[in-house]
Structure formats: C-alpha cells, structure tokens
C-alpha cells in the first residue's frame, strides 16, 4: 500500500521575546529584524496577499482561490467587522473616556506590537516525488480535497475563522494557504471577544488539530481520487541532508548492482553448462591412452583438444564476470554500510534535535504566556492608576472645600480637627490648609 506524507504548518512569531517587543514596530517598516513568519500587521497581511495571490509575478492562471475574493487585505478586514464589530461597540458603550475607545479594530491589533493580526497555515499533501510525473488534471482534483480541508479546520478549531484560502500548482506540489483569525470569547477585560492567537494555538492543541486533519485528509484524497493510499508516519525532529554526491555514487553502485544481478543470473546458467562440460572434460582424461613410445605422453585428438581449449575459455570468461559482480557488491556493501552507519548518527541527532526543539518550543509557549499574563497585569496597573488619579483628584477637591469653609468662617475650626484627630487628614493637609488661611490673610492684609 503506497503512502503520502502530510504537512500541517502554522506560521510562528519567533521575535515575540521581550527583546523583539521593544524594537518592535519602531522602525521604519513597522517590523523587528527576526525571523518571523507570523502575520503581525496590516503591512505583514499586504505582502502575504500579494504572494499567496500571486501578484507579484501575475500568474494569476496558477493559483486558485477557494475561499474569499482577489484581497486577502480585504477578506481579512471583512472578517475583523463579522467576528469584532459587535463586541466593538459595547466596549464602546461602557467606556466615560473618548481616549480609550477603539474606532477600528483591524487597525488597533496591526498597531498592536504584543498580538498577531492574523494566522497563515500551509497545508501539503504529497511530495516533490509523488507529483513530479502527475498531470495538470490529476493535480486539480486536489482542489476538492482541499475544500474539504478549509471546512474540516473551521470544524476542527471553532475558534478560527478562515478569510481566505489559495491554492497554488506553480510550485513542486499543490499546496493551500489559508489566512484566518483566531479568537477567544467571554473577556472579562476589554473586549467581549478579542484576537487570541496563543489561545487556539498552542503546543498541545496543534498536535491535537494536526492528527485530525491528516486523517480527514487521506480519506478525502482516497474518496475523490478513488484510490486506496495511507499516511507516512509523522517524522520527528527536523530533516537532515545527506551529502548529495554520496547519494548519487550510491545510486550509481546500485545500479551497477541490478545490472550484474542479471549477470549473475546468466553465469548460474553458464556454471550449470560448465558443470556438464567438466565431467565430459574429465571423461576425456580418464580414457586418455599413453603412446607406444613413451607411457608418461597420452594421445588425444583434435575434436577433444577443442572441447577442452572451449572449456577453459568458458571457464575463465565465467570466473572474470564473478570476479566483477564480486567487486561491485563489495563496493555496494561499503557504501551501504556508510549509509547505515550515516543512519545511525542522523538518528541520533534528530534525537537531540527533537529534544532541543521540544524544549525551545516549550519555552517559547511559557514566554508567550508570561507575556500574556504581564499585558494583562499591565491593562490591570493601568486601571488601577486611574482609579489612584481619580481619586486624587477628588482628594484635592475636598482639601479645596475645607480651605473654603475654613476661610469663610472659624465655625469648620473643630470639624477640621475632628478630621485629623480621627487621621482623615494628616499635618501635610492640615498645613496645606493653614498656609493656605494665612496666604489669604496676607492677601487680604495687603487689599
């Protein structure tokens, strides 16, 4: 049973450490200088649009759109106002401050350093080999396949919706991007719903997502092609290349190798010939008659003289093509256990890779929920402070009100100190208001 490899890839931000945060957005291209494959602003969405769509080289014949329009930029904009709008204006509606209302959402999150704007997700079915003989008609029909796979992934994670979705046949195999947003519902703080990418994205849930879509996957392949393939094992750790120029001795020796396989086929019909021959050749010696003048000579006639030279040049003809079949699977075998050993040593260190990568990511997951939890405290501390400056506020206008009465009459003289003695007021406000009654009468003084 023939198999087929699947690729599930989710665009990462790897630049969303605290050093990447703040060069983030700073510079003119509104983007840090780290690798990143994430969509995190307007500008991020514009050029994923003009790849995905091929606008670039406007090979548009070579794409398919099967979700959204000719805009990603747009799709994306239509799809902030479906899932955002309402939640939008009711945090509108709670808010007493123009300042901290939000006019557009789309564009608060792309000037936003600390979230993603939107996701991309490549999916892949087959490799460069599977395809590389396939015709323009059998590569189409994926376009069905993948159809089923945008519907299966809303499916399989409610909590991402999908703007747009593109095929492209231009490249070693079809392939979709798809573009979407992920959110996260039932807010305490700020919106109702918000952009949550780390909340439907995360190193379990991908697993998760990635194992259910492989199987909806080969089965709709196997439906809509009507063929019967399964699915190669997920490969663990990252690809490691073998040095090409030993691959392609390899594959030199190995062909070397069938083609005297068919030669040794011949020679074990030659031995089988040889092995008749040898017993007319020993035949012939046996019934050798020694001459009348000397016993130690045999006589011999032509005809056997014939069959023995014919023997001998069989024999030494089967003996050299052994001899290079021999040599050739000596050489095959070298080279076969190189590649073993070469095995062995990939496998090892994909071990470590896997290893490192798996500690990689789980620090990266534990950095971006530390980020999460410190924009929240930080949305929090904001909060607070205007709470504090309120109420500051309020404070300065009381003391301005006992100044007020105080000035106006000496009767506020024991509310004032039942205050202090009660510590509602302190000497700092007590002195306030007395330097504030003697300023006064200063003022006064010199009227």
């Not at 790897?14 to 510079?27: I, Q, Y």
């Not at 590649?339 to 490192?356: A, G, P, Q, Y």
Request: hydrophobic letters at 30%; a negative charge.
């Amino acid at each position: 049973m023939e198999e087929l490899s699947y690729s599930l890839h989710l665009g990462n931000d790897k630049n969303k450490s605290k050093r990447a945060r703040r060069t983030a957005k700073t510079n003119d291209t509104n983007t840090t200088s780290f690798n990143n494959n994430a969509i995190q602003n307007h500008q991020q969405l514009s050029k994923v649009d003009k790849h995905n769509l091929r606008k670039y080289d406007d090979e548009k014949e070579l794409i398919c759109i099967i979700k959204g329009t000719s805009s990603i930029v747009e799709d994306t904009k239509n799809l902030y106002l479906e899932l955002f709008e309402d939640a939008r204006i009711k945090y509108n509606e709670k808010q007493t401050r123009n300042d901290r209302k939000i006019e557009n959402y789309f564009n608060h999150i792309s000037n936003d350093n600390k979230r993603d704007l939107a996701c991309e997700i490549i999916i892949e079915l087959g490799d460069m080999d599977f395809w590389s003989d396939k015709d323009d008609k059998f590569k189409k029909k994926m376009i069905e396949v993948f159809k089923e796979q945008i519907v299966d992934l809303e499916e399989v994670v409610p909590n991402f919706k999908i703007s747009n979705a593109t095929i492209h046949f231009d490249e070693s195999s079809p392939h979709l991007h798809i573009v979407g947003v992920p959110f996260k519902d039932g807010m305490k703080n700020g919106m109702e719903k918000q952009v949550g990418k780390s909340d439907v994205f995360n190193k379990i849930s991908l697993v998760n997502i990635q194992d259910k879509m492989r199987e909806y996957c080969i089965n709709s392949f196997n439906i809509i092609y009507n063929l019967n393939y399964t699915l190669k094992a997920k490969e663990e750790g990252r690809n490691v290349d073998i040095n090409v120029a030993n691959m392609n001795e390899y594959k030199k020796f190995k062909r070397e190798q069938e083609k005297y396989k068919k030669q040794l086929k011949e020679l074990n019909s030659k031995t089988d010939e040889l092995q008749n021959e040898s017993n007319e050749i020993n035949d012939i010696i046996n019934n050798l008659k020694p001459t009348i003048t000397n016993k130690n000579n045999f006589t011999i006639s032509n005809e056997n003289v014939d069959k023995i030279k014919k023997y001998i040049e069989q024999t030494n003809d089967t003996t050299s093509n052994l001899r290079d079949a021999n040599d050739i699977n000596i050489v095959l075998k070298k080279y076969e256990d190189d590649l073993r050993e070469h095995s062995n040593e990939v496998r090892n260190l994909k071990k470590k890779i896997k290893t490192r990568d798996d500690r990689i990511e789980e620090l990266e997951y534990n950095l971006n929920d530390a980020n999460e939890t410190i924009d929240e405290l930080e949305d929090k501390v904001s909060e607070l402070q205007k709470i504090v400056d309120y109420f500051k506020e309020l404070w300065s206008k009381f003391i301005k009100f006992l100044q007020d009465k105080f000035f106006s009459s000496n009767k506020y003289d024991d509310f004032i100190n039942d205050l202090y003695d009660e510590e509602i007021l302190d000497d700092n406000d007590l002195k306030s208001i007395e330097n504030s009654k003697n300023n006064e009468k200063n003022d006064d003084f010199e009227r």
